[in-house]
Protein backbone atom coordinates (compact mmCIF):
# COMPACT_ATOMS: atom_id res chain seq x y z
CA UNK A 1 0.00 0.00 0.00
CA UNK A 2 1.28 3.24 -1.15
CA UNK A 3 1.91 5.89 2.09
CA UNK A 4 2.76 9.20 2.35
CA UNK A 5 3.15 10.50 5.86
CA UNK A 6 3.88 13.84 5.86
CA UNK A 7 5.75 15.52 9.27
CA UNK A 8 3.13 17.54 11.99
CA UNK A 9 2.68 20.91 12.54
CA UNK A 10 5.16 23.75 12.95
CA UNK A 11 4.41 27.44 13.97
CA UNK A 12 7.03 29.61 13.06
CA UNK A 13 8.17 33.24 13.39
CA UNK A 14 8.65 35.43 9.85
CA UNK A 15 12.20 35.62 8.83
CA UNK A 16 12.76 31.82 10.24
CA UNK A 17 13.83 28.65 7.99
CA UNK A 18 11.42 25.62 8.02
CA UNK A 19 12.02 22.05 6.45
CA UNK A 20 8.84 19.88 6.16
CA UNK A 21 9.15 16.17 4.88
CA UNK A 22 7.11 13.44 3.43
CA UNK A 23 7.80 9.84 3.90
CA UNK A 24 6.97 7.23 1.65
CA UNK A 25 6.49 3.63 1.69
CA UNK A 26 4.79 1.24 0.11
CA UNK A 27 6.64 1.62 -3.54
CA UNK A 28 9.70 2.52 -5.46
CA UNK A 29 10.43 6.13 -4.21
CA UNK A 30 12.80 6.83 -6.86
CA UNK A 31 10.72 5.90 -9.62
CA UNK A 32 7.59 8.27 -9.16
CA UNK A 33 7.62 12.12 -9.30
CA UNK A 34 6.04 13.69 -6.06
CA UNK A 35 5.18 16.78 -5.54
CA UNK A 36 3.74 19.64 -3.24
CA UNK A 37 0.88 21.32 -2.82
CA UNK A 38 -0.26 24.65 -1.55
CA UNK A 39 -3.90 25.39 0.10
CA UNK A 40 -4.30 28.86 2.22
CA UNK A 41 -6.91 28.78 4.72
CA UNK A 42 -10.38 28.63 3.09
CA UNK A 43 -8.65 28.58 -0.29
CA UNK A 44 -8.07 26.40 -3.01
CA UNK A 45 -5.09 23.69 -4.40
CA UNK A 46 -1.79 25.42 -5.90
CA UNK A 47 0.54 23.52 -7.49
CA UNK A 48 3.98 24.63 -6.41
CA UNK A 49 6.21 21.88 -7.41
CA UNK A 50 7.36 18.56 -8.19
CA UNK A 51 10.75 16.74 -8.21
CA UNK A 52 11.80 13.08 -9.85
CA UNK A 53 13.90 11.55 -6.46
CA UNK A 54 15.89 9.40 -9.20
CA UNK A 55 17.66 12.05 -10.65
CA UNK A 56 16.49 15.09 -8.60
CA UNK A 57 15.02 16.61 -11.43
CA UNK A 58 12.74 19.46 -9.85
CA UNK A 59 10.39 21.95 -11.75
CA UNK A 60 8.77 24.41 -9.75
CA UNK A 61 5.65 26.58 -10.55
CA UNK A 62 6.74 30.59 -11.41
CA UNK A 63 4.56 31.45 -8.56
CA UNK A 64 6.76 29.80 -6.38
CA UNK A 65 10.60 29.69 -7.70
CA UNK A 66 13.09 31.05 -5.43
CA UNK A 67 10.82 31.09 -2.53
CA UNK A 68 10.76 27.53 -1.46
CA UNK A 69 12.84 24.57 -2.56
CA UNK A 70 12.06 20.73 -3.05
CA UNK A 71 14.50 17.83 -2.50
CA UNK A 72 14.52 14.64 -2.09
CA UNK A 73 16.89 11.83 -0.45
CA UNK A 74 16.42 8.49 -1.86
CA UNK A 75 18.09 6.58 0.88
CA UNK A 76 15.09 7.66 3.12
CA UNK A 77 12.74 7.31 0.80
CA UNK A 78 11.53 11.20 2.01
CA UNK A 79 10.56 14.34 -0.08
CA UNK A 80 11.46 17.70 1.63
CA UNK A 81 10.16 21.11 1.34
CA UNK A 82 12.37 24.23 2.32
CA UNK A 83 11.78 28.15 3.12
CA UNK A 84 15.06 30.02 3.64
CA UNK A 85 12.75 32.86 5.33
CA UNK A 86 9.28 32.35 5.98
CA UNK A 87 6.44 35.31 5.48
CA UNK A 88 2.94 35.43 6.95
CA UNK A 89 1.42 34.85 3.96
CA UNK A 90 3.04 31.06 3.84
CA UNK A 91 0.65 30.18 6.47
CA UNK A 92 -1.13 27.44 4.85
CA UNK A 93 -2.10 23.51 4.88
CA UNK A 94 0.95 21.63 2.61
CA UNK A 95 0.29 18.35 0.95
CA UNK A 96 2.91 15.89 -0.74
CA UNK A 97 1.38 13.80 -3.21
CA UNK A 98 3.05 10.93 -5.73
CA UNK A 99 2.28 11.07 -9.74
CA UNK A 100 0.36 7.52 -10.61
CA UNK A 101 2.61 6.26 -13.00
CA UNK A 102 6.16 5.60 -13.15
CA UNK A 103 8.89 7.98 -14.33
CA UNK A 104 5.93 10.31 -15.87
CA UNK A 105 4.01 13.56 -14.95
CA UNK A 106 0.57 12.01 -14.10
CA UNK A 107 -2.23 12.60 -12.08
CA UNK A 108 -2.01 12.83 -8.01
CA UNK A 109 -3.07 9.22 -6.76
CA UNK A 110 -1.34 9.22 -3.58
CA UNK A 111 -1.38 11.96 -1.17
CA UNK A 112 -0.26 13.26 2.41
CA UNK A 113 -1.94 14.18 4.71
CA UNK A 114 -1.34 17.49 5.32
CA UNK A 115 1.30 19.81 7.05
CA UNK A 116 0.20 22.85 8.42
CA UNK A 117 2.00 25.67 8.49
CA UNK A 118 1.59 28.48 10.97
CA UNK A 119 3.88 31.65 10.04
CA UNK A 120 3.17 34.42 12.84
CA UNK A 121 4.96 36.71 15.03
CA UNK B 1 0.44 29.18 -18.41
CA UNK B 2 -2.32 27.34 -19.21
CA UNK B 3 -5.44 28.98 -16.62
CA UNK B 4 -7.93 26.49 -15.39
CA UNK B 5 -11.31 27.82 -15.14
CA UNK B 6 -14.04 26.12 -13.40
CA UNK B 7 -17.34 27.12 -13.32
CA UNK B 8 -19.86 27.60 -11.45
CA UNK B 9 -18.11 28.52 -7.97
CA UNK B 10 -20.87 26.93 -6.12
CA UNK B 11 -23.57 24.64 -7.34
CA UNK B 12 -26.71 23.84 -5.07
CA UNK B 13 -28.04 20.48 -5.55
CA UNK B 14 -30.52 18.20 -3.58
CA UNK B 15 -29.14 14.61 -3.25
CA UNK B 16 -30.21 11.99 -6.16
CA UNK B 17 -29.84 15.27 -8.42
CA UNK B 18 -26.88 15.44 -11.06
CA UNK B 19 -24.01 17.54 -11.29
CA UNK B 20 -22.54 18.93 -14.04
CA UNK B 21 -19.32 20.80 -13.25
CA UNK B 22 -16.91 22.58 -16.05
CA UNK B 23 -13.29 22.99 -16.18
CA UNK B 24 -12.16 25.20 -19.45
CA UNK B 25 -8.20 25.55 -20.14
CA UNK B 26 -7.33 28.71 -21.76
CA UNK B 27 -4.98 26.61 -24.03
CA UNK B 28 -5.30 23.24 -25.22
CA UNK B 29 -4.32 20.63 -23.01
CA UNK B 30 -2.30 18.09 -24.20
CA UNK B 31 -3.00 14.32 -24.68
CA UNK B 32 -6.18 15.06 -22.27
CA UNK B 33 -3.85 14.78 -19.11
CA UNK B 34 -6.73 16.12 -17.53
CA UNK B 35 -7.52 14.97 -13.86
CA UNK B 36 -10.43 15.88 -11.31
CA UNK B 37 -10.08 15.74 -7.83
CA UNK B 38 -12.64 15.56 -4.75
CA UNK B 39 -11.65 17.19 -1.14
CA UNK B 40 -13.76 16.98 1.59
CA UNK B 41 -12.95 19.36 4.64
CA UNK B 42 -10.47 18.43 6.96
CA UNK B 43 -9.42 15.83 4.30
CA UNK B 44 -6.24 15.69 1.57
CA UNK B 45 -8.00 15.52 -1.73
CA UNK B 46 -8.68 12.62 -3.51
CA UNK B 47 -8.74 11.50 -7.47
CA UNK B 48 -11.35 10.54 -8.80
CA UNK B 49 -10.15 11.17 -12.84
CA UNK B 50 -7.26 11.17 -15.09
CA UNK B 51 -6.96 11.52 -18.33
CA UNK B 52 -10.09 13.34 -18.91
CA UNK B 53 -12.47 10.33 -18.50
CA UNK B 54 -10.65 7.73 -16.76
CA UNK B 55 -11.77 6.83 -13.22
CA UNK B 56 -9.29 6.08 -10.55
CA UNK B 57 -9.39 2.79 -9.26
CA UNK B 58 -12.12 2.56 -6.97
CA UNK B 59 -14.50 5.60 -7.51
CA UNK B 60 -18.23 4.82 -8.01
CA UNK B 61 -19.59 4.97 -11.55
CA UNK B 62 -21.49 7.80 -11.25
CA UNK B 63 -18.94 9.82 -11.45
CA UNK B 64 -17.92 10.43 -15.23
CA UNK B 65 -15.17 12.76 -16.75
CA UNK B 66 -15.14 13.64 -21.11
CA UNK B 67 -14.03 16.41 -22.96
CA UNK B 68 -11.15 17.19 -25.51
CA UNK B 69 -9.09 20.07 -25.89
CA UNK B 70 -9.91 22.91 -23.69
CA UNK B 71 -13.12 21.90 -22.30
CA UNK B 72 -13.75 19.23 -19.57
CA UNK B 73 -16.80 18.58 -17.67
CA UNK B 74 -17.06 16.21 -14.43
CA UNK B 75 -20.80 14.93 -14.19
CA UNK B 76 -22.03 13.09 -10.97
CA UNK B 77 -25.14 11.44 -11.51
CA UNK B 78 -27.56 10.53 -8.75
CA UNK B 79 -25.78 12.71 -5.92
CA UNK B 80 -24.65 11.17 -2.60
CA UNK B 81 -25.20 12.63 0.58
CA UNK B 82 -20.96 12.05 0.70
CA UNK B 83 -20.76 13.66 -2.42
CA UNK B 84 -21.03 17.08 -1.37
CA UNK B 85 -17.80 18.59 -1.41
CA UNK B 86 -15.05 20.86 -3.43
CA UNK B 87 -14.28 19.71 -7.27
CA UNK B 88 -10.91 20.66 -8.43
CA UNK B 89 -9.57 19.79 -12.03
CA UNK B 90 -5.55 19.80 -13.00
CA UNK B 91 -3.80 19.67 -16.02
CA UNK B 92 -0.89 17.38 -15.45
CA UNK B 93 0.76 17.11 -19.24
CA UNK B 94 3.61 19.84 -19.21
CA UNK B 95 4.69 22.70 -16.63
CA UNK B 96 3.11 24.05 -14.40
CA UNK B 97 0.74 21.18 -13.30
CA UNK B 98 -1.95 23.61 -12.74
CA UNK B 99 -4.86 23.29 -10.57
CA UNK B 100 -8.50 25.11 -11.40
CA UNK B 101 -10.24 27.36 -8.49
CA UNK B 102 -12.91 24.66 -7.64
CA UNK B 103 -16.09 24.08 -7.33
CA UNK B 104 -18.05 23.78 -4.28
CA UNK B 105 -20.69 21.40 -4.28
CA UNK B 106 -23.53 22.15 -1.67
CA UNK B 107 -26.77 20.51 -0.19
CA UNK B 108 -29.71 22.79 -1.84
Known amino acids: EVQLVQSGAEVKKPGESLMISCKAS????????IGWVRQMPGKGLEWMGIIYPSDSDTRYSPSFQGQVTISADKSTSTAYLHWSSLKASDTAMYYCARAAYVGVWSAFSSWGQGTLVTVSS | EVVLTQSPGTLSLSPGERATLSCRAS???????LAWYQQKPGQAPRLLVY???SRATGIPDRFSGSGSGRDFTLNINRLEPEDFAVYYCQKYGSSPLTFGGGTKVEIK
Open chain 2, 51 to 53: GAS
Open chain 1, 26 to 33: GYTFAAYW
Open chain 2, 27 to 33: QSVASNS
